[in-house]
């Protein structure tokens, strides 16, 4: 399901050569960011995947693979 929501929101990733920005894709992704971050979002595994939340990464460009910043965009939020 990860894999589905992360092919959907695919063309949002983004890049300004400085830092770059893309959807969570894994359960083991989110479990780890969670765990190098010292954050609660390794267990909003079953947010992501009903898409209340939409988890995306933020990385350092020249460490892609490095957890920098973690967003959580919660999609019922009405303002």
Do not use: Q
């Not at 988890?55 to 303002?79: E, G, H, Q, W």
Request: contains cysteine.
């Amino acid at each position: 399901r990860m894999a589905e929501i992360a092919a959907k929101c695919k063309p949002l990733a983004w890049s300004d050569g400085e830092f770059c920005i893309r959807v969570a894709a894994t359960p083991a992704e989110l479990t780890s960011e969670g765990r190098v971050l010292e954050h609660c979002v390794g267990t909003y595994h079953k947010k992501h995947c009903d898409k209340t939340d939409v988890i995306f990464f933020v990385r350092r460009a020249r460490k892609p693979s490095t957890p920098y910043f973690t967003l959580d965009i919660n999609m019922k939020l009405k303002i």
